[in-house]
């Protein structure tokens, strides 16, 4: 079975800093989508940025980008130019691809950031 | 990005009662699409897996009598928490899987508080 481990329940950064989440993940799988999620106080689930497992190149979403180290099951998000509206629940998620399974989303128990003006 | 909506974004009910939440995918056909449950300051809890015209299929631990998922079309999906108690009382997240990848588009949650 599949394991996501985000090992830092709660990190703090000062605005325009940059910051690095971890999220390690357990696989036999070779083909996968990784995924990272924020939840801001409003709950609300919003997509920051995905990943192929069969692309080398990391994936960029403006200020998101990530560092997929497949070989060591490793896929960190780093967030430049923190901006106040950073602040959030990050979720790790992995997903096995669709359609050859239900496409449900496994998800690290989260790392809460805190943006500092 | 793909947009997900449901409601109610708020419910409070008595006990005993059910109470129906709506699931939509507004933009995009969702053949499947997933119910969440959330306890605060933790993880996401998947319920159930729901796949148009067919029957869910709910994670170990989940009462599939009580909570009552119907799929009827590609874009709605419903959870209907049947003689709803305290216990019941949470926050509930439904999403939407995308064409293609798959990718999975959240709703803004229901937050039910049964007394």
């Known amino acids: 079975a599949q394991t996501v481990t985000q090992s830092q329940p709660e990190m703090s950064v000062q605005e325009a800093e940059t910051v690095t989440l971890s999220c390690t993940y357990d696989?036999?799988?070779?083909?996968?989508?990784l995924f990272w999620y924020k939840q801001p106080p409003s709950r609300q689930m919003i997509l920051v940025i995905r990943q192929e497992a069969y692309k080398q190149q990391n994936a960029t979403e403006n200020r998101f980008s990530v560092n997929f180290q497949k070989a060591a099951k490793s896929f960190s998000l780093k967030i430049s130019d923190s901006q106040l509206g950073d602040t959030a629940m990050y979720f790790c998620a992995f997903m096995k691809p669709w359609p050859g399974s239900q496409g449900n989303l496994i998800f690290g128990k989260g790392t809460k950031l805190s943006v500092k003006p | 990005g793909a947009v997900v909506s449901q409601h109610p974004s708020r419910v409070i009910c008595k006990s005993g009662t059910s109470v129906k939440i709506e699931c939509r995918s507004l933009d995009f056909q969702a053949t499947t699409m997933f119910w969440y449950r959330q306890f605060p300051k933790q993880s996401l809890m998947l319920m159930a897996t729901s796949n148009e015209g067919s029957k869910a299929t709910y994670e170990q631990g989940v009462e599939k009598d009580k909570f009552l998922i119907n799929h009827a079309s590609l874009t709605l999906s419903t959870l209907t928490v049947t003689s709803a108690h305290p216990e019941d009382s949470s926050f509930y997240i439904c999403?939407?899987?995308?064409?293609?990848?798959?990718?999975?588009?959240f709703g803004p949650g229901t937050r039910l508080l049964v007394l």
């Open positions: 999403s939407a899987r995308s064409p293609g990848v798959g990718t999975q588009y």
């Open positions: 696989t036999s799988e070779n083909n996968y989508y």
